[in-house]
T-cell receptor, first 111, second 117 residues
Framework: NAGVTQTPKFRILKIGQSMTLQCTQD?????MYWYRQDPGMGLKLIYY???????DKGEVPNGYNVSRSTTEDFPLRLELAAPSQTSVYFC??????????FGQGTRLTVV | GQQLNQSPQSMFIQEGEDVSMNCTSS?????WLWYKQDPGEGPVLLIA?????ELTSNGRLTAQFGITRKDSFLNISASIPSDVGIYFC?????????????????FGTGTRLTIIP
């Protein structure tokens, strides 16, 4: 059972470039989340989804977009990368209870 | 937004010692979760607490949901080298505008545990 899988694990972007962080889960969870983790900080919620076709903003959504066309996939899009988006990004999923299961993370550097 | 104060920020202990850390909030939470994060990995759920006053154990780990619903603590007994990592608390409260039952987590800033040889 793979759980939550994120790709890529590492990426370096130039300012202004765009990219999509992929996230897929095989646990049939309705809820999926994207968090970012800055050094020495806790996780901040970017976007979340309660099911296919339904997404909503979290605490720090600016500069990001998401879509949820299937239960399994929840990609995160960065349209115009900025240095402030340098961070480690975690995707997570959960069943009805808020016991989120996390992926291994994507370490993104914007230069 | 809601904030969680987690303390201590870091701990340096010897193998075999007991560890205690806590989280406090100015807001009430319905659920408290404790996660552990190893370097280069995502957080892994250790213990989930759903009721005020609840005391739950998972092996050498024990966590409690404070009576006021504004705090929680985590104890680790007889620490071993694999306990090294960052421990995060997370509090959850329902999203007010949503009828879906979705519940977002607010994370603490973490307690970094180091074991001195």
């Amino acid at each position: 059972n793979a759980g939550v899988t994120q790709t890529p694990k590492f990426r370096i972007l130039k300012i202004g470039q765009s990219m999509t962080l992929q996230c897929t889960q095989d646990m049939n969870h309705n809820y999926m989340y994207w968090y970012r983790q800055d050094p020495g900080m806790g996780l901040k919620l970017i976007y979340y989804s309660v099911g296919a076709g339904i997404t909503d903003k979290g605490e720090v959504p600016n500069g990001y977009n998401v879509s949820r066309s299937t239960t399994e996939d929840f990609p995160l899009r960065l349209e115009l990368a900025a240095p402030s988006q340098t961070s480690v990004y975690f995707c997570a999923s959960s069943p009805v209870r808020p016991e989120a299961f996390f992926g291994q993370g994507t370490r993104l550097t914007v230069v | 937004g809601q904030q969680l104060n987690q303390s201590p920020q870091s701990m340096f202990i010897q193998e075999g010692e007991d560890v205690s850390m806590n989280c406090t909030s100015s807001s009430i939470f319905n659920t408290w979760l404790w996660y552990k994060q190893d370097p280069g990995e995502g957080p892994v759920l250790l213990i989930a607490l759903y009721k005020a006053g609840e005391l739950t154990s998972n092996g050498r780990l024990t966590a409690q949901f404070g009576i006021t619903r504004k705090d929680s603590f985590l104890n680790i007994s007889a620490s071993i080298p694999s306990d090294v990592g960052i421990y995060f608390c997370a509090g959850q409260t329902p999203v007010g505008k949503s009828n879906f039952g979705n519940e977002k987590l607010t994370f603490g800033t973490g307690t970094r545990l180091t074991i001195i040889p």
